[in-house]
């Protein structure tokens, strides 16, 4: 275990659907993040949160709404997504913002939307 | 920006056989190096790091190298298991200050039992 959760595992969700992915970290990090993560690509950064705080929006649609109510968790709204949003969505926290931090992930939501 | 790229998709393995896993980076200033496990199901793992005052850093049956002069970092891993099979991403630090890490695209490896 790397002391960050996600839930659900797998979500199944239509177009027009609302839904929340949900995380949380037990490593008492400052910093957290949304990635997604695609076939065949690259690591995606979505949102970079510090000390509760939105840093980064890396030019992410907004269906796409994240909350950071306090600096252990992090959620993903999710709202009339489109099926190429299907993915792995991936949380993952360091101790502090900066580019030489090491990411510690969780397992990922699994995400098909229909 | 920084980009991170890997030599091979994917590698095929003897059981037992030592594997090595590429990868190249664009920015001769990035100082610190990471390896990411990711298992089926699972988030990337963290397996080892460097930092760019070193050229060799090994591990539990692993091994990083790291060659600064043509922006070259590879993985080695002793004796394959099956366990090991998995796709591997090396990870670099972004240019732009407070972003995160640069991800490759990943290896996948294969062990062949």
């Known amino acids: 275990e790397t002391g960050v959760t996600q839930t659900p595992r797998h979500l199944v969700m239509g177009m027009t659907n609302k839904k929340s992915l949900k995380c949380e970290q037990h490593?008492?990090?400052?910093?957290m993040y949304w990635y997604k993560q695609s076939a065949k690509k690259p690591l995606e950064l979505m949102f970079v949160y510090n000390f509760k705080e939105q840093t980064e929006n890396n030019s992410v649609p907004s269906r796409f709404s994240p909350e950071c109510p306090n600096s252990s968790h992090l959620f993903l709204h999710l709202h009339t997504l489109q099926p190429e949003d299907s993915a792995l969505y991936l949380c993952?926290?360091?101790?502090?913002?900066?580019?030489?931090?090491?990411?510690?992930f969780g397992s990922g939501t699994q995400l098909s939307v229909l | 920006g920084e980009s991170v790229g890997l030599h091979l998709p994917t590698l095929s393995v003897q059981e037992g056989d030592n594997s090595i896993i590429n990868c190249a980076y664009s920015?001769?200033?990035?100082?610190?190096f990471i390896w990411y496990k990711q298992e089926s199901g699972k988030g990337p793992q963290f397996i080892i790091d460097?930092?760019?005052?070193?050229d060799k850093r090994q591990g539990q049956r692993v091994t990083v190298l790291l060659n600064k002069t043509v922006k070259h970092l590879s993985l080695q891993i002793a004796a394959t298991q099956p366990g090991d099979s998995a796709v591997y991403f090396c990870?670099?630090?972004?240019?732009?200050?407070?972003?995160?890490?640069?991800f490759g695209k990943g290896t996948r490896l294969s062990v062949i039992a």
């Open positions: 990870a670099v630090p972004s240019n732009s200050g407070n972003t995160p890490l640069v």
């Open positions: 993952a926290s360091s101790q502090d913002q900066g580019q030489n931090e090491k990411l510690f």
């Open positions: 920015n001769s200033a990035s100082d610190y």
């Open positions: 460097i930092r760019s005052n070193m």
């Open positions: 490593l008492g990090h400052n910093a």
